[in-house]
């Protein structure tokens, strides 16, 4: 994938994109990088432990999380984004759901759109194909205040790819070139404990649409209370899921942990090689 200078080598090596959350209120580390020194200081350390995208967001999405305006939510990563860009030799995606805040961020320097309403503002579409970059669509079942309200599914894999299919058509037709649609099935987002664990022992079949696919299971609940551990003590059971979504196919993984994932991803992908050449 390459796009304004930038590329993605996906398919040989997983990218990895390291997770800034410039909020006062998300689920593992609320308040952390919400100034905006803290914040750029974190974009910088991500990039030097080899993260391939830096995504910048600023309005939590954890469940029940309420809703950020679009000015704050301005406010709160213009000024990151401004500083990091020239620093970062790695693009800066942009968390969000708003148009407003994507042209602005795109406008300061960022160079992906990484939307979890999948393009529900038709705005977004115009916007990735007016300013040709690329776009993270990702699934949902209801928004952050309801996701995890009874979420229902007859069959959660079934359902998500016929929802992404559908979703990738639409920004192709909005103008957004195929090659800049990476899907995202939304683990966390609207799913059970086992929903997520299903999804990704079948992400082999969301690879039949034909698209990289980003997983994002870095501290996620699902976790937690399959080990019984809370968000700041589940590096390893982050580790093993990075390493599952790695085998089932996916292409690039959002995490906290940039350096320790990356010796995960790194160690799978040559694992993965090898096995290559010996089956070739």
Known sequence: MRWRGHQLDLGRRTALMGIVNVTPDSFSDGGQHFKTRAAVDHCLRLAADAADVVDVGGESTRPRAPDVPADEETRRILPVIEA????????????????????????????MINDITAGSDPRMFQLAAEHDVPIVLMHMQGTPRTMQLHPHYDDVVAEIAVFLAARLDAAVAAGVPRDHVILDPGIGFGKTVAHNLEIIERLPELNALGRPLLLGPSRKSFIGKTLGVEAGRRLMGTAAAVAACVLGGAHIVRVHDVAEMRQVCDLLDALRATAGENNG
């Not at 020239?86 to 406008?107: W, Y």
């Open 84 to 111: 990091a860009a020239p620093q970062l030799d790695v693009p800066i995606s942009v968390d969000t759901s708003k148009p407003d805040v994507a042209r602005a961020a795109i406008e300061a320097g960022a160079a």
